[in-house]
């Protein structure tokens, strides 16, 4: 199995601009979580979706995140309109909240 | 409300030496407990887990970790280290029927010849 694959690895953009972060989870697993990872804020949960349907998004910042999961090997988070204060690391993990498989990440930079 | 404290942001030591990576929970239910890892320029990756049964966890690339309920404590520890455990260290706690899993601000390993 590939893991959790994530697109793009690195991504910077200009303040204003839309971003659409990819992920592809592992085949099988029922639960996809994505966080974000800054110096100052460490690991936080964003949002979570259990067979497809997002179960809790209190972790989304504000009105310009959003997240879907058209299928069970899609989901995507959105940031419209991005600000540099959204750069981090964002990592979208699969599984079950007790194992879950992190992918590799995608670091955004807003300038 | 549950939450994970590291103490140590970071831990020098020699290669060879045994190193023992802190790790404190608070929660007024029953938990569960994890220890992930994370390479450099890398995502997390499961080092071992506490559900249930024996306090004494093993998990991989040789570590091992106790749950302490009465310390509210569950530790990391390796008896030889080697270069290559030089990562990033980050404990978490899940809560009895909850989802969403809480993590420490992580332990800078360094290990140095």
């Known amino acids: 199995d590939a893991g959790v694959i994530q697109s793009p690895r690195h991504e910077v953009t200009e303040m204003g601009q839309e971003v659409t972060l990819r992920c592809k989870p592992i085949s099988g697993h029922d639960y996809l979580f994505w966080y974000r990872q800054t110096m100052m804020r460490g690991l936080e949960l964003l949002i979570y979706?259990?067979?497809?349907?997002?179960?809790?998004d209190s972790g989304m910042p504000e009105d310009r995140f959003s997240a879907k999961m058209p299928n069970a090997s899609f989901s995507t988070l959105k940031i419209q309109p991005s600000e540099p204060r959204d750069s981090a690391v964002y990592f979208c993990?699969?599984?079950?909240?007790?194992?879950?498989?992190f992918g590799p990440g995608t670091r955004l930079t807003v300038t | 409300a549950q939450s994970v404290t590291q103490l140590d942001s970071q831990v020098p030591v020699f290669e060879e030496a045994p190193v023992e990576l802190r790790c404190n929970y608070s929660s007024s239910v029953s938990v569960y407990l994890f220890w992930y890892v994370q390479y450099p320029n890398q995502g997390l990756q499961l080092l071992l887990k506490y559900l249930s049964g024996s306090t004494l966890v093993k998990g991989i690339n040789g570590f091992e970790a106790e749950f302490n309920k009465s310390q509210t404590s569950f530790h990391l520890r390796k008896p030889s280290v080697h270069i290559s455990d030089t990562a990033e260290y980050f404990c978490?706690?899940?809560?009895?029927?909850?989802?969403?899993?809480?993590f420490g601000t992580g332990t800078q390993l360094k290990v140095e010849l």
């Open positions: 978490a706690v899940l809560t009895g029927g909850g989802n969403k899993l809480t």
């Open positions: 993990a699969s599984g079950f909240p007790y194992e879950q498989y």
């Open positions: 979706f259990n067979n497809n349907v997002p179960i809790d």
